[in-house]
């Protein structure tokens, strides 16, 4: 055993009892971009309008191209709030702010084929930001309320996961992403500041407005909200001709997601990852320079007691997960 490794070993006190927060069972696959899922609104005006967090976990198809739209609330001249992607760009708006459009965040090679990616866009009340795999990529100074829909206008309106309609009829469609969405979540409240490790799975609470798990049986023809509000999308349906319905599958296996106790970011926890993690203890420039593959961040592969720092209370959670007991 190497030197680092038994200090590590060494370390050991108290194997740590938290349970495993797993990935979701299943997923939705949106393919083509014409696939949509419809968002019912019973209620004539959404309560996102001083802060906002819109985020999925998703998987992109080798097939998207440019960019689709993950979620999308829309209302013709009111309102148009959405977090859309592609393979070089996150891009997410909230109508009625200021400094107001798209926020955009563009990168060649942004997203990746085969590789789960965490996707964020946050307004706080006085900021925008944009995260991707848990790290911050843009932000900018915004201030105002994110417009509400007008409940007295015959504007049409539309909230779609996937392909969404828009135009002054709401007869056009703009592309869907292309891929798989693991869980799509809307909420009221700014959930993300700093950098932080994206989970693999979420649960309600009270500010959740929307909460799709997608680990609906292939034979529903509504994808389920889990936020307790009950806004149960209908697949395939919605105002604009063409839509098409997507499909609830199995999680694919054998695709990479980022797991704390990586340290070495080769999407196996084992022996190999050692290395990394006492140089992660040292602090994270230490860590930037012992090897790891990229597309990975600091935080999330170390952080194994999850308290958002990288310490000695991580020690034991990475020795169990050697043990292939990960807390
Ligand atoms: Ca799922
Ligand atoms: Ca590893
Ligand atoms: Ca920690």
């Known amino acids: 055993m190497c030197a680092r490794c038994a200090i590590v070993t060494a370390s050991v006190v108290v194997v740590m009892g938290a349970t495993t927060v797993g990935a979701g069972e299943g997923a939705l696959l949106l393919e083509p971009a014409t696939d949509t899922v419809e968002i019912p609104v019973t209620r004539g005006e959404s309560p996102l309008s001083r802060a906002a967090t819109y985020e999925a976990r998703v998987l992109m198809s080798t097939l998207m191209a440019g960019r689709g739209f993950i979620l999308r609330e829309w209302q013709f001249v009111y309102m148009d709030r959405s977090l859309s992607a592609g393979p070089n760009v996150l891009v997410a708006h909230s109508a009625g702010l200021s400094p107001g459009g798209e926020i955009r965040y563009s990168q060649t090679g942004l997203l990746q084929p085969g590789r789960w990616h965490h996707l964020a866009y946050v307004y706080d009340g006085s900021e925008e930001r944009l995260y991707v795999d848990g790290v911050r990529v843009a932000q900018r100074s915004a201030g105002g309320m ?48 700093d950098d932080f490790c994206p989970p693999a799975s979420i649960s309600a609470d009270g500010a959740t407005m929307l909460l799709y798990q997608f680990n609906d049986p292939p034979t529903n023809s509504h994808a389920t909200d889990s936020s307790g509000r009950n806004r149960h999308g209908l697949l395939g349906f919605g105002i604009a001709p063409g839509e098409t319905r997507p499909d609830f599958v199995p999680l694919p296996p054998g695709t990479f997601q980022l797991r704390p106790g990586d340290a070495n970011c080769d999407g196996e926890i084992n022996v190999a990852d050692i290395n990394c993690f006492v140089a992660a203890l040292a602090g994270e420039q230490l860590w930037d320079d012992c090897g790891h593959a990229a597309g990975c961040q600091f935080v999330c592969q170390n952080d194994l007691d999850g308290n958002g720092a990288v310490g000695v209370g991580d020690i034991n959670g990475f020795v169990s997960c050697l043990t292939g007991a990960c807390p």
Do not use: C, K
């Open 146 to 193: 994110i417009n509400r829909r007008n409940p007295n206008s015959d504007a049409p309106f539309a909230m779609a996961i996937g392909a969404a309609p828009e135009g002054a009829t709401g007869r056009q469609l703009s592309p869907g992403f292309r891929g798989h969405i693991d869980w799509v979540r809307i909420s009221n409240v700014a959930r993300y500041t």
